[in-house]
């Protein structure tokens, strides 16, 4: 497993720290990595410190295991299994091999290779490298809607996971106290999550197996008031999974009493209650008109006691700032970066994770030289001759080609094109390229991408000449609520079963990196089966 592999890694860089051939402190160039999450800790649990001089910047001492934060919102899992010190990071063995800073990365030196940095209290120093990893993740997403940052809660840190279950047992005892009305009872445990995606699935399917398994037992008179609902703006819900994956999440999520809101936009929050804008019909109506028409759009207030917004990611300000002080980088939204992950505009410096915006180089600039090359194929230049170049190996030089990114064998087939038609073809193609997802997977290969690259290729222009990174998918998974999970994998897709709750439970744990936070995941799945999750705030 990843523990044994880390393990046995860190005992051979023990050997290799004590005989082997080191580069001198001197000879070893300095690597600055900005931020503790998914990136980084591939990153850091990947290279090679008798090769280089690595310090970390993060205003986070501990690498949060983002996947299983929605089962800390019901106490399903304490906080700390979610959790996994830096120092788990930082040595090797019982020997400190590598410099924590706690610290936020505040403003990019590029002329003098350095990095400001300010502590909590305000003191700010300067950190120098060599090359600079930037992965400082994303933040949510509010999409400037009115009343999400003062009266909503996110899930995208540990402490964000307490909040939230902390003010659902608040809610629960404050409506179980006496003289509190049957309609303030149901604002107060109507329980809304914001967003269709994984993460507001997860944390729908959470919250309502804790009212229907714990609920049911400490707060039986409460039963009738607690409702939760999920609410998406599209028709489905886990838009990026399969059909089946998202038809199945549905129908779980309704079974387990989740109110399900599709095509329902959230246009505001407020105090006490959330304005909707719904649109057409939707399969699990809370707000169709009393005639039980289909509503064209209709603007509906919801009053709550709780709202989880989960509406996908944004930039930090701290990517947005480079983004205005690199001239290169002007006008984009997200951090742009070549196939090596290097930043444009900023030599040495790599962004990767959620904050880099992945861009290849364009196709259409090799239209000439692929056209010549294709008068000597029996179909001329086209999508055949194009598809087989990608299987020979133009799709490492050009991602785009990628059976994955430009679906050769979905699209029609174009032969026998005239040179323009080609550059078409080619601009086609390139303008059709989405970057990875933000995603903890590919965060994680981008970290463990760059490691490799790093360890064997010492000098710059050696990391030029690096392969490029390739983007692949292992699969998905979201739980659903019930001990039923999806596995949405390359060739096949696991939906609910008996054991699927077992396997997702069993990938993740292979995962967690430390023993100390497996140990405590096996501990509080089974204290929360068999003695019910803990009620105390
Ligand atoms: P997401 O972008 O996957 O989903 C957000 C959803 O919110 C979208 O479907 C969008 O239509 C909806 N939405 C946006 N604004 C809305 C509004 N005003 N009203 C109603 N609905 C609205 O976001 P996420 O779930 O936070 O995930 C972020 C990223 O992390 C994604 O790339 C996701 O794939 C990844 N992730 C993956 C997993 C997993 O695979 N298990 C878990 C968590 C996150």
Redesign the pocket.
């Known amino acids: 497993g990843t523990w044994f592999k880390q393990e046995a890694y860190n005992k051979w860089v023990n050997l290799q720290i004590r005989f082997g051939k080191n580069l001198s402190k001197e000879q070893r160039k300095r690597i600055v990595v900005v931020g503790t999450g998914w990136a980084s800790i591939a990153f850091l649990s990947h290279i090679d410190i008798t090769k280089y001089d690595v310090k970390i910047v993060s205003p986070r001492n501990y690498f949060a295991f983002?996947?299983l934060l929605p089962s800390a919102c019901n106490g399903t899992l304490s906080p700390e299994a979610c959790m996994v010190p830096m120092k788990y990071f930082t040595q090797r063995g019982s020997k400190t091999v590598m410099e924590y800073l706690e610290a936020r990365a505040a403003f990019l030196d590029l002329e003098d290779s350095k990095i400001q940095c300010e502590e909590k209290d305000g003191r700010k120093f300067d950190v120098p490298y060599d090359y600079l990893l930037l992965a400082v993740g994303a933040e949510v997403n509010t999409?400037g809607?009115p009343g999400v940052r003062e009266h909503a809660l996110f899930l995208k840190e540990v402490e964000h996971a307490r909040e939230i279950r902390n003010k659902m047992l608040f809610n629960l005892e404050r409506a179980n106290t006496p003289g509190v009305s049957e309609s303030e009872k149901r604002r107060l445990l109507h329980f809304v999550v914001?967003?269709?995606?994984?993460?507001?699935v997860?944390v729908a399917a959470e919250l309502a197996d804790f009212l229907r398994e714990d609920c049911k037992k400490a707060f039986p008179d409460l039963l009738p008031y607690v409702k939760v609902t999920i609410?998406?703006?599209?028709p489905h819900l886990l838009?990026?999974f399969s059909e089946k994956a998202s038809k199945f999440s549905f129908e779980n999520l309704s079974s387990i009493g989740v109110d399900v809101m599709l095509q329902?936009?959230?246009?505001r929050i407020d105090e006490q209650q959330l304005t909707v804008l719904k649109k057409g019909s939707c399969a699990v109506n809370t707000v169709q008109n009393k005639e039980g028409g289909q509503l064209e759009s209709s603007e509906v207030t919801l009053p709550y006691g709780m709202v989880v917004w989960?509406?996908?990611?944004a930039q930090t300000p701290f990517a947005k700032s480079l983004l205005s002080s690199i001239p290169e980088q002007k006008g984009n939204r997200v951090i742009r970066v070549d196939h090596h992950l290097l930043t444009h505009g900023a030599k040495n410096v790599y962004t990767l994770g959620d904050c880099a915006f992945l861009t290849p180089p364009k196709i259409e600039n090799l239209a000439d030289v692929l056209f010549a090359e294709a008068t000597h194929h029996p179909s001329k230049a086209g999508s055949d001759f194009l598809s087989e170049k990608a299987m020979k190996g133009l799709h490492l030089e050009f991602p785009q080609l990628k059976e994955n990114k430009w679906h050769f064998k979905k699209k029609p087939r174009r032969n026998n094109m005239t040179l323009d038609e080609f550059k078409a073809y080619l601009k086609e193609i390139d303008n059709s390229y989405v970057s990875p997802?933000?995603?903890?997977q590919n965060a994680k290969k981008q970290g463990t991408y760059l490691a490799t690259v790093f360890n064997s290729y010492l000098s710059d222009t050696e990391k030029l000449h690096a392969p490029i990174y390739e983007e692949t998918w292992d699969g998905?998974?979201?739980y659903v609520g019930k001990d039923r999970a999806i596995l949405d994998l390359p060739f096949t897709s696991v939906c609910g079963g008996f054991y699927s709750g077992f396997l997702w439970k069993l990938v993740y744990w292979k995962l967690v990196y430390s023993m100390e936070a497996k140990l405590r995941c096996l501990q509080d799945w089974f204290k929360s089966r068999f003695s019910g999750r803990n009620l105390g705030r």
């Open positions: 983002t996947p999409f809607i914001i967003g269709g995606g994984p993460t507001g997860e609410i998406e703006m599209l838009p990026t329902t936009q959230v246009t989960a509406s996908g990611v997802a933000p995603t903890a998905s998974m979201a």
